[in-house]
Protein backbone atom coordinates (compact mmCIF):
# COMPACT_ATOMS: atom_id res chain seq x y z
CA UNK A 1 0.00 0.00 0.00
CA UNK A 2 1.14 3.20 -0.88
CA UNK A 3 1.47 5.64 2.39
CA UNK A 4 0.39 8.72 0.41
CA UNK A 5 -2.93 7.24 -0.72
CA UNK A 6 -6.16 8.58 0.50
CA UNK A 7 -9.03 6.97 1.44
CA UNK A 8 -12.52 8.07 2.29
CA UNK A 9 -15.63 5.65 3.85
CA UNK A 10 -17.54 3.76 1.02
CA UNK A 11 -21.59 3.31 1.66
CA UNK A 12 -20.44 0.04 4.01
CA UNK A 13 -18.16 1.16 5.93
CA UNK A 14 -20.57 4.43 6.59
CA UNK A 15 -23.19 1.89 7.71
CA UNK A 16 -20.64 0.28 10.10
CA UNK A 17 -20.26 3.19 11.58
CA UNK A 18 -23.77 3.95 11.97
CA UNK A 19 -25.36 0.68 12.73
CA UNK A 20 -22.23 -1.66 13.13
CA UNK A 21 -23.97 -4.03 11.03
CA UNK A 22 -20.94 -6.15 10.04
CA UNK A 23 -19.30 -6.03 13.46
CA UNK A 24 -15.92 -5.13 13.01
CA UNK A 25 -13.31 -5.81 16.04
CA UNK A 26 -12.34 -2.62 17.96
CA UNK A 27 -9.08 -2.31 16.29
CA UNK A 28 -10.47 -2.03 13.02
CA UNK A 29 -13.27 -0.47 13.94
CA UNK A 30 -10.91 2.07 15.18
CA UNK A 31 -9.16 2.69 11.90
CA UNK A 32 -12.02 2.91 9.90
CA UNK A 33 -13.38 5.73 12.38
CA UNK A 34 -10.29 7.96 11.50
CA UNK A 35 -10.87 7.79 7.88
CA UNK A 36 -11.63 10.97 6.77
CA UNK A 37 -11.00 11.42 2.83
CA UNK A 38 -8.80 13.70 3.26
CA UNK A 39 -5.27 12.42 5.28
CA UNK A 40 -3.20 9.95 3.63
CA UNK A 41 -2.30 6.70 5.02
CA UNK A 42 0.43 7.14 6.78
CA UNK A 43 -1.67 10.03 8.85
CA UNK A 44 -4.15 7.73 9.50
CA UNK A 45 -1.74 5.59 10.51
CA UNK A 46 -0.15 8.42 12.42
CA UNK A 47 -3.60 9.25 14.56
CA UNK A 48 -4.21 5.61 15.65
CA UNK A 49 -0.13 4.89 16.36
CA UNK A 50 -1.12 2.40 19.03
CA UNK A 51 -2.13 -0.09 17.18
CA UNK A 52 1.14 -1.48 15.85
CA UNK A 53 0.06 -2.56 12.64
CA UNK A 54 -2.61 0.48 11.66
CA UNK A 55 -1.73 0.05 7.97
CA UNK A 56 -2.18 -3.94 7.66
CA UNK A 57 -5.97 -2.83 9.15
CA UNK A 58 -6.42 -0.22 6.74
CA UNK A 59 -5.39 -2.12 4.00
CA UNK A 60 -7.74 -5.10 4.62
CA UNK A 61 -10.38 -2.39 5.35
CA UNK A 62 -9.96 -1.57 2.02
CA UNK A 63 -9.91 -5.26 0.74
CA UNK A 64 -13.30 -5.75 2.41
CA UNK A 65 -14.95 -2.89 0.76
CA UNK A 66 -15.48 -0.64 4.26
CA UNK A 67 -12.99 2.37 2.50
CA UNK A 68 -11.41 2.99 -1.17
CA UNK A 69 -8.83 4.83 -2.25
CA UNK A 70 -9.26 8.56 -3.88
CA UNK A 71 -7.92 10.62 -6.26
CA UNK A 72 -7.68 13.47 -3.85
CA UNK A 73 -9.19 15.94 -1.29
CA UNK A 74 -12.49 16.53 -3.64
CA UNK A 75 -13.55 13.14 -3.10
CA UNK A 76 -13.44 14.14 1.15
CA UNK A 77 -16.49 13.32 3.07
CA UNK A 78 -17.92 16.45 3.88
CA UNK A 79 -16.44 18.06 6.85
CA UNK A 80 -18.44 19.32 10.20
CA UNK A 81 -19.19 23.31 10.17
CA UNK A 82 -16.83 25.63 11.97
CA UNK A 83 -18.53 26.96 15.00
CA UNK A 84 -16.80 30.07 16.11
CA UNK A 85 -14.97 29.55 19.39
CA UNK A 86 -16.25 30.99 22.93
CA UNK A 87 -14.23 33.88 24.64
CA UNK A 88 -16.76 33.46 27.73
CA UNK A 89 -14.35 31.36 30.30
CA UNK A 90 -14.49 28.45 30.98
CA UNK A 91 -15.68 26.98 34.57
CA UNK A 92 -13.37 25.19 36.24
CA UNK A 93 -13.54 21.69 35.40
CA UNK A 94 -15.75 19.94 38.88
CA UNK A 95 -12.71 17.84 41.14
CA UNK A 96 -12.37 13.80 39.69
CA UNK A 97 -14.56 12.12 41.73
CA UNK A 98 -12.79 8.57 43.38
CA UNK A 99 -14.01 5.29 42.60
CA UNK A 100 -13.99 3.61 45.65
CA UNK A 101 -16.94 6.23 46.76
CA UNK A 102 -19.62 5.62 43.93
CA UNK A 103 -22.18 2.92 44.27
CA UNK A 104 -21.75 -0.20 43.60
CA UNK A 105 -24.55 0.19 40.26
CA UNK A 106 -22.87 3.43 38.92
CA UNK A 107 -19.23 1.64 38.95
CA UNK A 108 -21.23 -1.17 36.75
CA UNK A 109 -22.80 0.78 34.63
CA UNK A 110 -18.94 2.77 34.07
CA UNK A 111 -17.34 -0.82 33.79
CA UNK A 112 -20.25 -1.78 30.95
CA UNK A 113 -20.04 1.12 29.11
CA UNK A 114 -16.32 0.89 28.63
CA UNK A 115 -16.38 -2.52 27.89
CA UNK A 116 -18.87 -1.69 25.12
CA UNK A 117 -17.68 1.11 23.71
CA UNK A 118 -13.86 -0.82 23.43
CA UNK A 119 -15.03 -4.32 22.22
CA UNK A 120 -18.65 -3.33 20.62
CA UNK A 121 -20.39 -6.45 20.49
CA UNK A 122 -17.69 -8.79 21.36
CA UNK A 123 -17.53 -7.29 24.74
CA UNK A 124 -20.93 -8.45 25.57
CA UNK A 125 -20.57 -11.47 27.87
CA UNK A 126 -17.83 -9.40 29.90
CA UNK A 127 -20.42 -7.06 30.63
CA UNK A 128 -22.86 -9.81 31.62
CA UNK A 129 -20.32 -10.99 34.10
CA UNK A 130 -19.69 -7.48 35.72
CA UNK A 131 -23.36 -7.11 35.87
CA UNK A 132 -23.69 -9.97 37.59
CA UNK A 133 -21.43 -9.13 40.74
CA UNK A 134 -23.57 -9.42 43.50
CA UNK A 135 -20.67 -7.05 45.80
CA UNK A 136 -18.10 -4.50 44.96
CA UNK A 137 -15.52 -7.81 45.85
CA UNK A 138 -16.75 -9.79 43.36
CA UNK A 139 -17.22 -7.26 41.28
CA UNK A 140 -13.53 -5.76 41.15
CA UNK A 141 -12.66 -9.13 41.19
CA UNK A 142 -14.40 -9.47 37.69
CA UNK A 143 -13.18 -6.11 36.81
CA UNK A 144 -9.30 -7.50 37.12
CA UNK A 145 -10.20 -10.71 34.50
CA UNK A 146 -11.71 -8.20 32.29
CA UNK A 147 -8.91 -5.84 32.71
CA UNK A 148 -6.70 -8.51 31.76
CA UNK A 149 -9.08 -9.91 28.31
CA UNK A 150 -8.72 -6.16 27.33
CA UNK A 151 -4.97 -6.06 27.38
CA UNK A 152 -5.12 -8.66 24.67
CA UNK A 153 -8.26 -7.67 22.92
CA UNK A 154 -7.41 -3.95 22.47
CA UNK A 155 -4.04 -2.69 23.96
CA UNK A 156 -2.67 -2.18 27.36
CA UNK A 157 -3.01 1.95 26.85
CA UNK A 158 -7.16 1.23 26.59
CA UNK A 159 -7.46 -1.40 29.21
CA UNK A 160 -5.07 0.68 31.87
CA UNK A 161 -7.67 3.62 31.45
CA UNK A 162 -10.56 1.24 32.55
CA UNK A 163 -8.30 -0.30 35.09
CA UNK A 164 -7.78 3.47 36.06
CA UNK A 165 -11.21 4.51 36.24
CA UNK A 166 -12.65 1.63 38.53
CA UNK A 167 -9.81 1.91 41.02
CA UNK A 168 -7.96 -1.19 40.41
Avoid: C, W
Avoid at 15 to 39: N, S
Avoid at 50 to 74: C, K, M, R, Y
Amino acid sequence: MNPKSVFRKTEKGRDEIAKRTHRLDARRRMVLIVVDGQADAESLAAKVAHLDNALELLESLSAEGFVEPTDGPEFAEPSRPAYPRSTTPRAPAPAPVSPSSLPLEALKRSAVSQVDRLMGPGGEALALRLEAAPTREAFLAEARKVHQALVASVGARKAEDFARSLGL
